[in-house]
């Protein structure tokens, strides 16, 4: 079964911080695709990064960074330089292809604050 | 640039009643998802349709909640009768149908829905 578990409910850091999300994945498929979305206040759905299951090279994206390591089935997310506009929940997520039109499995998110 | 529309964006409604929402999902986007999203919680998904027809209702409360997509473009969730449990985020997504290759989701803004 797959489950995706981002196991800090919440982190406060002051603004400048560096701060990492992490995230533990579990699935029995071996193609399989990791997300990140980002959700205001607003409530809606940011889409931030994909990466696929043969693809473990980490990602960084202006302040953003990803590291994806298949050996502890994890898929952190760091932000260098917190900023204010960065408070949100943020959620890991797991697609397994089986098809091309997979649902995705959420974690239970990590809320972020950011304290100027 | 396209986007998931949903509508309404906020619903409150009694115990009891009906409630309904709409999603009309990006042009050309066979498979259109419905995802419920508690609060402090991740979306999980109610159904998804390829075109009109369901290919998972797994996690959809049958008795009270139905979806339909009668010409494979907009569709409507319907809840009859509402009970408190079920306010909450009510998330449509919908995505491109190729094979061979991942096709990503785009995420309407949501319906907050508020039973009491």
């Known amino acids: 079964a797959q489950k995706v578990t981002q196991a800090q409910t919440e982190i406060s850091v002051v603004e400048k911080e560096d701060v990492t999300l992490d995230c533990v994945y579990e699935t029995r498929d071996t193609t399989y695709y990791l997300f990140w979305y980002k959700q205001p206040p607003s409530g809606e759905l940011v889409f931030l990064i994909r990466?696929?299951?043969?693809?473990?090279q980490n990602e960084i994206s202006g302040r953003y960074s990803w590291n994806f390591q298949k050996s502890t089935s994890s898929f952190n997310f760091t932000i260098t330089a917190s900023q204010v506009v960065d408070s949100a929940v943020y959620f890991c997520a797991l697609s397994e292809r089986r098809s091309s039109a997979s649902k995705i499995i959420f974690g239970s998110g990590t809320r972020l604050s950011i304290r100027p | 640039e396209a986007e998931v529309a949903q509508s309404p964006r906020y619903k409150i409604t009694e115990k009891s009643q009906a409630v309904a929402f709409w999603c009309d999902p990006i042009?050309?986007?066979?498979?259109l998802y419905w995802y419920r999203q508690i609060l402090g919680q991740g979306p999980e998904l109610l159904v998804q349709?390829?075109?009109?027809?369901?290919?998972?209702d797994s996690q959809l409360p049958k008795d009270r909640f139905s979806a339909e997509r009668l010409k494979g473009v907009d569709s409507t969730l319907k809840i009859q009768p509402a009970e408190l449990g079920d306010s909450a985020m009510y998330l449509c997504a919908s995505s491109i149908l190729q094979g061979g290759s991942y096709n990503e989701q785009f995420f309407g803004p949501g319906t907050r829905l508020t039973v009491l």
């Open positions: 990466r696929n299951s043969f693809d473990e």
């Open positions: 349709f390829q075109d009109e027809s369901v290919v998972d």
């Open positions: 042009s050309g986007h066979a498979t």
